[in-house]
């Protein structure tokens, strides 16, 4: 699979990331599968969050990789924290703590990327900095980035923090793409759609901060996926046409769509099944034409000026 820079980082990763939100859901065998399946793909990037299945996700997945040092080195982890039950937490403390835990569930000594999960309106960036340097000094995190954060969330965060916040995971789909349709509304009084972001997508290219896109087939916050979905069908109309086009699945063009945008986003596949996953993986070869982005980016509702 081709790679991409992580934000300003070192490190090279594979274009799609492979979310295991839901691999708690799987037996021993099929996780292992699972697994091998994406390894099998070129994708080693692996996202995890601490509240995954409570943890079980990520002790899941260490024990379907089969994980020991060999093995540790062939893979790129990256876990989330910050959430805890009624509340957000970014104190010191918790965030220690946390990657303590995740560290033990993953059976690893440290975590290529830790990213802060929603923001935190209690936050003080300078307990953030100290629990940063803590981490990255002991060896236990080597780079750090938020999740769903505005620009003006992660440059308070970098008002004390000294480490270059290397990406931000943000929910984007053809059908919830509001941080890309508010930029075609500019100076537009009745404009399609509302800035809610503060223009995250481009402050992100500016910054060389990697978007990761999460529930790239969801509509809604989690109300269902548009691919096959009776409420969308021009759209689907326009993916499958598409995908006839590639001799691939709708699921590879929905994929495709969103690595096609030059902001070069690395999408979380939030997938439990092995071949869709494959499905998903394929999108990395696959290059729409702009007429191609346009003609889904429409079909689903979404209106030029």
Known sequence: MRTIPLGTSTLEV???AIGCMRIGSLDKKEAEHFVR????????????ADIYGKGKCEEVFAEAVGMNPGVRDSLILQSKCGIRPGMFDFSKEHIVESVDGILKRLRTDYLDVLLLHRPDTLVEPEEVAEAF???????????F???????????????AVKQPIVANQLQLSITNATMISQGFNVNMENGSAVN??????DF??????????????QYGFFEG????????????????????KYDVSNTTIAVAWL??????????IGTANAERLKQCCQAADIRLTREEWYAIYRSAGNVLP
């Open 14 to 16: 594979p274009a799609i």
């Open 145 to 159: 980035g938020v999740s769903n954060q505005n620009p003006m969330q992660i440059q308070l965060l970098q008002k």
């Open 37 to 48: 399946t994406a390894l099998e793909e070129g994708a080693n990037f692996f996202d995890h």
């Open 225 to 244: 996926v548009f691919l096959g979905n009776d409420k969308f069908p021009e759209l689907n109309r326009q993916i499958d046409e598409v995908a006839a």
């Open 259 to 268: 690595l096609r945008h030059p902001a070069n986003m690395q999408p979380v």
């Open 133 to 143: 340097d803590l981490l990255e000094s002991s060896g236990k995190v080597r780079h």
């Open 204 to 217: 992100c290219r500016l910054h060389d901060i990697t978007i990761q896109p999460w529930s790239p087939f």
């Open 196 to 201: 809610r972001d503060g223009s995250v997508l």
